[in-house]
Every structure is written in C-alpha cells, then in structure tokens.
C-alpha cells in the first residue's frame, strides 16, 4: 500500500512522511508563513499545508457578523478575512516552498478554493474533517487526479465509508483524527489506525491535535505512515490554533523520534544480530 506524493512514496516499507500544518498560524502575515516554512523544512519536514477559504461561501452571513475582535477588526469576518492569502501571496509561497525544496499544499474548504489551488499545482490535496461529508467538494478534490489525504475527525466509519466510495481508493490516505484543540488524551483512539489500515486497504496516517509528543510517536508505531501536527513559532501568539501546536523546538523532537521509531520497527522477522555475537558467548547458558 504506497501512494506517490510529489517525489516520495508514502506507506508501507517508506519513511513516515511528515507535514508541518501551518494553517492559519501565519496569522495572515507573510513573513510568518515564510518563517514557519523555513522552520519546517530546517527540522526535515517532508511538506507545509495550508487552509484556505472562500469566506462567503464556507460561513453564513450571520457567522461572518457575529462580534469578535482581532487586529483585523471588531467582527468574525474580519478576522476570517484577514487570515486569508491571495492568489499574490500564494504564489510567493509557493515558490518560495520550490525554493527550499520543501512539498506545499493546502486543505481547501470550498470548490472555488480548490480552483484557486490547483493554478499553484500542488504536491496533493487534504480533505479537513469538516469537509468529509461534502459530496460534491471531494468528488472535485477527485477530479484533480492529485494523491488525497482525508482526514476524519468527528465522523462515523459509515461517513468515512461513504466518503471513500466517493473518492475512491487510488492514491488515497486515511488519517485518524479527533476534532477538539487540543485533544484530550483518552479521545486520540491511536488503535483506529489498526482499523482504519484493516477496512480500507490504503496507507494510513494520524493528524494530531494534542498537546504533547509521546502520543503522536506511539502512532508511528502503530502504523501510521503520515504524520500530520500543527506548527507554531510561539504557542503564546493569538489566534486559535496555537496553543494546539507544536514550537519548533519540539517539532525539530517530534521528526528525530518518529524517525528513531521507524528505524527501530524493523521487518518483523526474528534473527540473531552480529552484535549480540559476543553476548552469546560471554552470557548464553546452556543445559
């Protein structure tokens, strides 16, 4: 079960292939985005991902009115507007992420947004937990023909079924998710990747929102072959994803051991090694 993305393969026998979300973390500026990409790719990140929004197609009216104060403004639309970056910008990104040699792509919330997306060509496409029960935004995603990760926070294995009817097995991964930010620990459910790999017959990863590492780790273990955690320069910034992510301190922790944990999985097949030699004969006993 592999799945080519950009220049990698992703999945059994590969090395976990790790994205640095930054979502919205860039807090609509630019220069963040640039240093949060230069983070990611400096802990040895495979890829950044991105959300983006059409605002007035994925919020009401009466949502983009309600009160809320940020540095764009006193309403939720402003907030919601200010975080989003323009085709300008994303270009910038995008040739700045070729530029370091680092994969780029974005969960897009909206038909109009994978539209806008695609002109950029990214490495694949993520469909958010939010958007996995909307039929007609994956079968564009589909149509793309672009590698698709899923990801399946607060859904049922009856919605998730539906959702790979819909997509279809071929170059799809799965990723189990749990909805809250952060994650409490008892809701993670790590063994879902077991049951996630077993029902569908494709690659599986994990998308993390906990606070903490040893977690995600323990993912890898189980299994999973895609590791998806927000990244933040400061989890003290504003903005509502932050205190959900990882610094780069830790993000830098999170790769060297997910790394060590793949190297130590081995294939499973029971051998003596030539270092245990010399143990044998100083320590072996026999009857």
Known sequence: MKVKIGNRYVGDGEPC?????IGINHNGDLSIAKKMIEAAKDVGCDAVKFQKRTVELVYTEQELAKPRESPFGSTNGDLKRGLEFGFEEYTEIYKYCKQLQIGCFASCWDEQSIDFMDRLDPICYKIASATLTDDQLLKKT????????????????????????ILGKEDLI???????????????????????????????GYSGHEVGLPTTIAAVALGACVIERHLTLDRSMWGSDHAASVEVRGFER?????????????????IVYESEKPTINKLRRTC
């Open 17 to 21: 292939f790790i994205i640095a979300e």
């Open 142 to 165: 589909r149509a793309m023909g672009k590698p698709v990760l899923l990801s399946t926070g607060m859904s049922t294995i009856e919605q998730i079924d539906h959702a790979v009817e």
């Open 174 to 204: 799965i990723l189990q998710c749990t909805s809250t930010y952060p994650s409490k620990i008892e809701e993670l459910n790590l063994s879902a990747i077991r049951t996630l790999r077993q029902r569908y017959k494709v690659p599986v």
């Open 254 to 270: 999170l790769v060297r051991e997910i790394g060590n944990v793949s190297r130590a999985m081995g294939d499973g097949v029971k």
